[in-house]
């Protein structure tokens, strides 16, 4: 017979398990009946076997350590065939503290057909057991008399201070009548004349004025016998009239020679005090793999017992194993596109979007100046949006396509990063109310994650523009730098990409880097789009107006745009032009256009390198107003490492400015060297080293480039400088707006052409 589905018959078992381990927890929680103060129990127990003149038998057991196989299954029947009155632990019945492990010990006692008593010893101790031991069986040192023996136990843990037990003992032996006492206790008093194998110095009594007084009074006070566990081993030795025995064969793991081994030690006391004891080997061999099944077992067991909150994680494991298996199995799924689907009725009416994002106008950015150009270019097609961002100090007074959402937080040295309330219900009516065909978002969270949200209930398709490389923004991030760079940021991305229906990327870099972290939504690369025949036709007298303000004489200008932010690297560039005018004399005026939180640091920087005369923070300028800034410049400068795309270079290519730039992502997909610019330089190169010589290196080439274009040399370079239509190329590849393209439902991302 051929087992055609095994997940099927894999989710059916889990199924049961999941079933079987509720159903025996109920019983465990409303049948099984709890213990508490069995010691008081089994010393009643031991008067009604043991009456007074009649001789004592008992067994002495240690390191039971919770064994199934050794002591339940092997121990215990022998014991109770033995004939002996009850048993004793001299310590380590259990293999730790745990609530689990108390429980599981009493079902096992509770095979044995004769009374018992522990000692508390330092696995009764661990795990905070203490207040379990004390609450199941009693105090942690005790006396019991029986017959004319006297059972002491103390407590070696040191959770009871020494000298008051050194005092209660000897009090109690100076009244004590009885014709044998015997001693127990956890850790032994003295060291085996053979070392055990892997023992410590902990293993033993501490401290050493416990040890020397408690030797003390065992020899003033002639003490029989004193028994201890701790060990995995057999030994036995006197000092004076008083046998020290350590016993540790009862089901923890031994050597299987010929001092560590199973066994038990008999006790036979006489009306009149003599005291004999046996040593009962038991030729016990447990197979390693039976062993080993054991302890799973136990494992397994002990989890019933270690409170709601391990039990709730293991159903819930279970339950989720069962809940993924169901759909893997049952649910069918349809890897291939819905050929069907006509995409026709979509591409004919105007649709109606709806736009998540984190930050938007007046707040000067990439993302916002491509959402406001994307807004426009929908309007003008006929479209109709809505743009979900937060409110700003600044806004327009009159916006009836942007819904601004207040702030719970907001961040950075103008305020200018915002937290949206996006718990306000006015947002998901205003948004029901605009009935959306669409949902496009522009950040993988807060706003972004409620435009999903929206999304799911409002039963429309959501696309995300991915637009930015996460990582890079690790400083804005209350996490371990490493911890959001290298593992947060990724998984942030690959978990929201996953859960839309369309990813949008603007470069094929980008692309391959979503594909590499295991993004499997149906992605498509679409360039972002600029207006760029408006940073092709300006005034040439407001340029000139622009460069007598700035004091610009016949200096070569070199511009770059950007927020003033760690991510965007513009320490490299203050270092490479440094490093330039170490090494040439072409007179230069770098200006920095943008604005940011590392203002004053970077101007800080720039003061200490003396070069105040050449660079130039302009601070941040209007949009509508950039053209002009373009068109001052001779060379774009631009070190980002964290651009998808890099819009601010489409611009300045449409404005006739060569590039100079670093190789990384998005860069790379738009700056082809030695035909629209150089980019030779590694963004991850450091500032000392190669990076910044590279640099100033490239810079120092294009100007050469510049000034033999001025004298009619032909060069890469100059063509891009003499042809502004080869300079926009990439601006202009293509020209239907990129916000003309979106994705339909269960189909390829038709085009939209109502040119």
């Given at each position: 017979m051929?087992l ?17 381990l ?21 010393v009643?127990?031991?008067y ?30 022998a ?39 522990l ?75 053979q ?13 050493a ?86 302890s ?16 709730l ?27 069907d689907?006509?995409?026709?009725p ?10 998540f ?32 961002a937060p ?10 396509q942007v ?8 961040m ?16 998901r ?33 959501v ?22 760079r ?12 996953n ?13 391959e ?33 622009l ?13 770059s ?5 760690n991510?965007?690297n513009i320490?490299f ?36 390198l ?9 601070g ?28 601010v ?5 449409a ?30 190169g ?7 010589i ?24 100059a ?7 080869r300079?926009s ?19 390829p ?7």
């Amino acid at each position: 017979m051929t087992l055609r589905n095994p997940l099927k018959l894999l989710f059916h078992l889990s199924l049961t398990v999941v079933v079987l381990l509720v159903g025996y927890k109920a019983y465990l929680n409303l049948f099984l009946e709890d213990f508490s103060s069995v010691h008081s129990q089994q010393v009643e127990a031991i008067y009604q076997r043991v009456k007074p003149g009649e001789p004592v038998s008992f067994a002495v057991v240690g390191n039971i350590n919770n064994s199934i196989g050794v002591f339940e299954d092997r121990i215990v029947p022998a014991l109770n065939r033995s004939g002996v009155d009850f048993m004793v632990s001299a310590g380590n019945a259990v293999s730790g503290g745990g609530e689990d492990k108390y429980r599981a010990l009493y079902g096992t006692l509770s095979h044995l057909e004769i009374p018992y008593l522990l000692t508390f010893g330092p696995h009764e101790y661990e795990d905070f057991g203490s207040f379990r031991f004390y609450d199941h069986f009693g105090p942690h040192f005790y006396s019991v008399r029986t017959g004319n023996v006297r059972l002491i136990f103390l407590d070696s843990t040191g959770k009871t201070p020494w000298r008051w037990q050194i005092r209660w003992l000897d009090d109690l032996l100076n009244q004590d009548t009885s014709n044998a006492r015997i001693l127990f206790i956890g850790h032994p008093p003295l060291r085996p004349h053979q070392d055990p194998l892997f023992d410590q110095e902990d293993d033993y009594l501490q401290p050493a004025a416990f040890r020397d007084a408690l030797l003390d009074t065992i020899a003033a006070h002639d003490i029989d016998l004193v028994f201890s566990a701790n060990l995995a081993t057999y030994s036995e030795q006197a000092r004076g009239s008083t046998r020290f025995i350590t016993t540790g064969g009862a089901g923890g793991l031994v050597l299987n020679n010929d001092t560590s081994f199973y066994h038990y030690v008999r006790v036979d006391v006489s009306p009149d005090g003599e005291v004999k004891h046996t040593l009962e080997r038991l030729p016990i061999g447990q197979h390693p793999v039976l062993k080993t099944l054991e302890s799973l077992w136990f494992f397994i067991y002990s989890l019933f017992y270690t409170g709601y909150l391990n039990f709730l994680l293991l159903v819930a494991a279970f339950t989720a194993l069962t809940i993924k298996l169901y759909q893997v199995i049952f649910i069918g799924r349809d890897y291939y596109p819905d050929y069907d689907l006509d995409p026709t009725p979509w591409l004919e009416r105007p649709l109606r979007v709806a736009l998540f994002t984190n930050n938007y106008l007046p707040f000067i950015g990439g993302v916002p100046i491509s959402i406001e150009r994307l807004r426009r270019g929908l309007s003008g097609l006929g479209d109709s949006t809505l743009v979900v961002a937060p409110s700003y100090r600044d806004q327009p007074r009159q916006e009836d396509q942007v819904l601004r959402v207040p702030s719970l937080l907001a961040m950075g040295q103008n305020r200018e990063f915002r937290l949206a309330n996006i718990f306000l219900a006015r947002i998901r009516h205003r948004v029901r109310a605009f009935r959306p065909d669409l949902i496009h978002v522009h950040h993988p969270f807060w706003l972004g994650s409620l435009g999903v949200f929206l999304a799911r209930r409002l039963k429309v398709p959501v696309v995300y523009t991915y637009h930015t490389r996460l990582e890079h923004y690790a400083h804005f991030v209350p996490l371990p730098g490493l911890l959001f760079r290298n593992l947060i940021s990724h998984a942030l991305i690959k978990r929201f990409a996953n859960r839309c229906d369309a990813v949008i990327v603007p470069t094929y870099s980008t692309e391959e880097y979503l594909r590499m972290i295991g993004v499997k939504t149906p992605t498509f690369v679409q360039p972002t789009g600029i207006e760029y025949q408006r940073f092709q036709s300006v005034d040439p007298a407001e340029v000139d107006r622009l460069r007598r303000k700035l004091g610009l004489g016949g200096e070569r200008v070199l511009v770059s745009v950007s927020r003033l932010s760690n991510e965007k690297n513009i320490d490299f560039m203050i270092e490479a032009l440094h490093r330039l005018r170490q090494v040439s004399d072409r007179p230069f005026r770098f200006l920095m256009i943008g604005d940011g939180h590392q203002r004053e640091r970077l101007q800080a920087r720039i003061d200490q390198l003396g070069l105040q005369r050449k660079v130039t923070l302009v601070g941040a300028v209007p949009p509508e107003d950039m053209a002009l800034w373009y068109h001052l410049g001779d060379l774009f400068l631009f070190a980002s490492k964290s651009e998808t795309q890099g819009m601010v270079i489409l611009e300045a290519m449409a404005a006739g400015l060569p590039v100079v730039a670093v190789r990384s992502s998005g860069i790379d997909d738009v700056v082809r060297h030695g035909f629209n610019g150089f980019n030779r330089v590694a963004a991850g190169g450091g500032f000392g080293g190669g990076g910044l010589i590279a640099s100033a290196t490239l810079v120092m080439k294009a100007l050469c480039c510049l000034e033999s274009a001025s004298i009619g040399a032909a060069s890469p370079m100059a063509l891009i400088k003499t042809d502004r239509s080869r300079s926009s190329a990439l601006a202009k590849s293509d020209r239907t707006c990129p916000w003309t393209r979106f994705l339909s439902p269960g189909c390829p991302m038709p085009i939209r052409n109502r040119t």
